[in-house]
T-cell receptor
Framework: EAGVTQFPSHSVIEKGQTVTLRCDPI?????LYWYRRVMGKEIKFLLH????????ESGMPNNRFLAERTGGTYSTLKVQPAELEDSGVYFC???????????FGPGTRLTVL | AQSVTQLGSHVSVSEGALVLLRCNYS??????LFWYVQYPNQGLQLLLK??????LVKGINGFEAEFKKSETSFHLTKPSAHMSDAAEYFC???????????FGSGTKLNVKP
C-alpha cells in the first residue's frame, strides 16, 4: 500500500511568488494534517481536515496560506505571496480516524529567496 | 498549553553504547506522548506512544520510554546503539490520542563505529 506522498520534494522560489504544495494521503484516510518545520526548530501544526472540511486551522500563520481538500482526497497548500520566513519543510500526515496513527509523508522543502 | 522540550539538538554515541534522548513536556491535561523517528529523505515514523496505560512503553527497534509524571519527562532509551539508529528523533504531545501534535525541536542521533 502506498504511503503519504508529497509533491514537489523541493521547491525554490523568490519572495513574492506563489507556490502550491500537494499532499496525497493514504487511500481511505479521512483525516489529513499539515505541519511545518522552520529552520530546524520544532514541527508545528498548521491545520487538520476531516474529509473536505477544515476541522482545525488554528496553526495557519496568516492569510497568505490557503489549504484546500476538494473531494476529500488530496490536499493542496498554497502560499501567496511567499515571504522569506515561509522557508522550511512542510509535512503532511493522514490517519483513518481521530484515534488512529498519523502516517507522515517525506515533506516538501520550501526555500524562499 | 502544551509544549515539548528536547534537551540536546545533537547526541553522539558509540555503536553498542546506551542511547538516551531527553524529552520534557508541559500539558494542562493528562497527556498522550509520542516518539517519532525521521530517517533521511523519509517521513516521520512512529517509534512508540504513551496513552495512560503502562508507564514503561516499548517500541520498535528496541527503543523504550518511561513516562514520569513527577518529572514531566518521557525520555527515550535503547540499551545498545546500532549504526542504523542514526536519524533525527522527535518527541510529541497531544491532548487527544493522535490528534494535533505539539512536537519538540528534534534530536539528531549520530552513532560512531
Amino acid at each position: 500500500e502506498a504511503g503519504v506522498t508529497q509533491f514537489p520534494s523541493h521547491s525554490v522560489i523568490e519572495k513574492g511568488q506563489t507556490v502550491t504544495l500537494r499532499c496525497d494521503p493514504i487511500s481511505g484516510h479521512d483525516n489529513l494534517y499539515w505541519y511545518r518545520r522552520v529552520m530546524g526548530k520544532e514541527i508545528k501544526f498548521l491545520l487538520h481536515f476531516v474529509k473536505e472540511s477544515k476541522q482545525d486551522e488554528s496553526g495557519m500563520p496568516n492569510n497568505r496560506f490557503l489549504a484546500e481538500r476538494t473531494g476529500g482526497t488530496y490536499s493542496t497548500l498554497k502560499v501567496q505571496p511567499a515571504e522569506l520566513e515561509d522557508s522550511g519543510v512542510y509535512f503532511c500526515a493522514s490517519s483513518q480516524d481521530l484515534l488512529s496513527e498519523q502516517f507522515f509523508g517525506p515533506g516538501t522543502r520550501l526555500t524562499v529567496l | 498549553a502544551q509544549s515539548v522540550t528536547q534537551l540536546g539538538s545533537h547526541v553522539s554515541v558509540s555503536e553498542g553504547a546506551l542511547v538516551l534522548l531527553r524529552c520534557n513536556y508541559s500539558s494542562s491535561v493528562p497527556p498522550y506522548l509520542f516518539w517519532y523517528v525521521q530517517y533521511p529523505n523519509q517521513g516521520l515514523q512512529l517509534l512508540l506512544k504513551y496513552t495512560s496505560a503502562a508507564t514503561l512503553v516499548k517500541g520498535i527497534n528496541g527503543f523504550e520510554a518511561e513516562f514520569k509524571k513527577s518529572e514531566t519527562s518521557f525520555h527515550l532509551t535503547k540499551p545498545s546503539a546500532h549504526m542504523s539508529d542514526a536519524a533525527e528523533y522527535f518527541c510529541a504531545v497531544s491532548l487527544y490520542n493522535f490528534n494535533k501534535f505539539y512536537f519538540g525541536s528534534g534530536t539528531k542521533l549520530n552513532v560512531k563505529p
